[in-house]
C-alpha cells in the first residue's frame, strides 16, 4: 500500500509513477512523493492584485440616493459632490438616474436653483431626461418657483418626445398649483390625466383635498373624498387626516367620530397625527376630558403618544386649568410612559411666566435637568427672566457662564433689560461685551436699553459713544430716539451735551 505521504499528489499522476518506474527505484518515489508533500504544505503566494472595477453609475447612484434621504441640505450636497466626483475625477459620464437623484435631493432642501443647474449639466453632458428627470423639474418650476408657464412647457416636451407623463409627473403639477391657490387650475391636469388614461391616486388627490380644506371649503372637500371612493381609488391617512383637522376647526367633532368609528369599514388606519389633530380640537374647544379619552383610545388601537401629542394635552390644560396643573402633569409623565421632551417643558414653563409664577419655571427647569433634557436657547429665555424676576441676578450670570448656556439675541437682551432696570452698569457692560465675544449681533433693542441705562446713571458721554456704535450697525431710529430722551430728561441736549 502506497505510503500516507502519496496523498499528497494527484491521482492520476501516482498511478502513472507507480506503473513506470523499475521496482528497484522505490527511493526516487519516496523522494518525489517527499517533495511533493513539502511543496503542497508550502504557502501558496499571493495572486497578483486584479485591477479594482471600475464604479459604475448604479453603484454612485445607490450611494447618492442613501445622502439624499436625509432629506437635509448635507446629504443634498453630499450627493452633488459625488456627482461631480463622477464627472470630474473619473472622467465617467454619469447617467440620467444619477442626475435625477441630486437634482430631487436639492429640490428637497428648498435649493431650485440649484436643481436646475443639475438638469441643465445632465443636458450639457448630452444625457436625454427621462419621466422621472423630467417630473423633478416639473416639480422644481410648479412647487418651488410656480413658473407654471415652464411647467407645462416640460409636460408638453415629454409628450412630443415619447416620454410620457406618469401618475408622479401628473401630480406634482397639481400639488404647485393647489399651493399656489390655483385650485381650478388642478382640476384641469386632473380631467386631462382621466381623459389620457393616467389614473390618478391618493398623492394627486390629497393636494385638492388641502386646497379646499384651507379655503373653508369642507362641503367641495367631503364631496372630493366621495368621488374618490366611488371612482376606486382609496383615499391615504394622510387625505383623512386633512379633512379631520379641518374638521376640527370648525367644531365638527360628531363628523370626526364618525370617520374614526367608519375606519376599519373604509380601509384605513388613524395614526398618531390623526388623534393629535382631534385632541388639538378638542383642547381648543375646552374639551380637556375627552382628549384625555383619546389617549386612551391610542394605547388600546396600538398607538403610543408622542411628544406632539403630549404638547397638545399640556396646552389644553394651561388653557384650561392652570399651570400648575400642567407642571404637575409634566412632571408624572414618565409614570403614564410618554417621553416628554424641551419643547413640552417650554410649552408649560412659558405658561407659568405668564401666571408670574417664577419658582415654579426654576423647579421646573431643575426636573427637566434632572431626567437628562437638553435646553435650547428658549429655555434659558425663560429661565434667565425667571431668575431676574425673582431677583437672583448672580444666579443668571452664572447661568450664562455654564458651558451648556445656549443663547440668543432674545436671552442676553432679557438679562441687559433686568441689569438696567437695578442700574448695574459694569454688568451691562459684561454682558454685551460677552454677546458680542459669542458672535451674537446686538440688535436696535440691545443698544436701546444700553443707552437708556446708562442716560439714566448719568453717563451721557459713553452713551453718545454707543449710539454712534449703533449707527455703524445700521439701527438708528429707535437708538436715536433713545439718546434724544435721555439727553432731555438729563438736561444736557445742548452745547453743553459734548462736555457731559
Not at 366621495?226 to 394622510?238: D, E, H, I, K, L
Not at 368609528?261 to 378638542?282: F, Q, R, V
Not at 450697525?473 to 439718546?483: G, H, N, Q, R
Request: neutral net charge; hydrophobic residues 40%.
Amino acid at each position: 500500500m502506497p505510503s500516507p505521504s502519496h496523498r499528497a499528489l494527484p491521482r492520476l499522476l501516482l498511478l502513472r509513477c507507480l506503473s513506470s518506474a523499475p521496482r528497484r527505484d522505490h527511493r526516487f518515489l519516496l523522494r518525489f512523493a517527499a517533495l511533493a508533500k513539502e511543496l503542497s504544505e508550502r504557502p501558496q503566494a499571493p495572486p497578483p492584485p486584479s485591477r479594482p472595477r471600475s464604479p459604475h453609475p448604479y453603484d454612485y447612484n445607490r450611494l447618492m440616493t442613501a445622502h439624499a434621504e436625509s432629506g437635509d441640505g448635507a446629504g443634498a450636497d453630499r450627493a452633488l459632490n459625488l456627482l461631480d466626483e463622477m464627472r470630474g475625477l473619473l472622467g465617467r459620464r454619469p447617467d440620467a438616474a444619477c442626475f435625477t437623484t441630486a437634482a430631487a435631493a436639492l429640490f428637497s432642501s428648498s435649493r431650485p436653483g440649484a436643481a436646475l443647474a443639475v438638469l441643465d449639466s445632465m443636458a450639457s453632458d448630452g444625457v436625454t431626461p427621462d419621466a422621472a428627470a423630467c417630473t423633478v423639474l416639473v416639480g422644481v418650476y410648479a412647487c418651488s418657483l410656480h413658473q407654471f408657464a415652464a411647467a407645462y412647457e416640460v409636460v408638453r416636451w415629454m409628450v412630443a418626445n415619447g416620454v410620457a407623463p406618469d401618475v408622479v409627473t401628473y401630480s406634482t403639477l397639481i400639488s404647485g398649483l393647489c399651493s399656489a391657490g390655483q385650485v381650478a387650475e388642478a382640476l384641469g391636469v386632473l380631467d386631462l390625466m382621466l381623459e389620457v388614461g393616467c389614473h390618478p391616486n391618493a398623492y394627486t388627490y390629497t393636494p385638492i383635498m388641502h386646497a379646499y380644506c384651507t379655503s373653508g371649503r369642507i362641503h367641495e372637500a367631503k364631496r372630493l373624498l366621495n368621488t374618490m371612493v366611488a371612482s376606486g381609488c382609496a383615499p391615504s391617512t394622510v387625505t383623512y387626516n386633512v379633512l379631520v383637522e379641518a374638521l376640527c376647526k370648525v367644531g365638527s367633532f360628531n363628523e370626526v367620530e364618525a370617520l374614526l368609528e367608519e375606519s376599519s369599514k373604509k380601509e384605513w388606519t388613524p395614526d398618531a397625527i390623526t388623534y393629535s389633530s382631534y385632541m388639538n380640537g378638542l383642547c381648543k374647544a375646552g374639551r380637556i376630558d375627552k382628549s384625555f379619552a383619546l389617549v386612551d383610545r391610542m394605547l388600546s388601537n396600538g398607538l403610543h403618544p408622542n411628544e406632539v401629542t403630549l404638547n397638545i394635552l399640556l396646552d389644553g390644560v394651561c388653557r384650561s386649568s392652570t399651570a400648575w396643573t400642567a407642571k404637575r402633569l409634566l412632571e408624572s409623565s414618565a409614570e403614564f410612559g410618554w417621553d416628554a421632551n424641551v419643547v413640552n417643558y417650554n410649552t408649560v414653563m412659558t405658561r407659568l411666566c405668564d401666571e408670574r409664577k417664577w419658582l415654579g419655571v426654576i423647579k421646573l427647569f431643575a426636573d427637566m435637568t434632572k431626567k437628562g433634557i437638553v435646553p435650547n436657547s428658549w429655555t434659558f429665555s425663560i429661565v434667565v427672566h425667571s431668575l431676574c424676576k425673582l431677583g437672583k441676578l448672580r444666579k443668571a450670570l452664572c447661568l450664562l457662564g455654564s458651558e451648556d448656556f445656549v443663547a440668543t439675541v432674545v436671552t442676553y437682551n432679557t438679562l441687559i433689560r433686568h441689569l438696567s432696570n437695578t442700574g448695574k452698569v459694569n454688568e451691562v457692560f459684561f454682558v454685551l461685551h460677552q454677546m458680542i465675544e459669542e458672535g451674537i449681533a446686538p440688535t436696535d433693542m440691545t443698544y436701546v436699553l444700553v443707552i437708556d441705562c446708562l442716560c439714566r446713571e448719568k453717563n451721557f458721554l459713553v452713551a453718545v459713544s454707543c449710539f454712534y456704535r449703533s449707527l455703524e450697525d445700521s439701527f438708528f431710529p429707535s437708538a436715536f430716539l433713545s439718546i434724544v430722551r435721555g439727553l432731555i430728561v438729563g438736561g444736557k441736549l445742548g452745547k453743553d451735551t459734548v462736555k457731559a
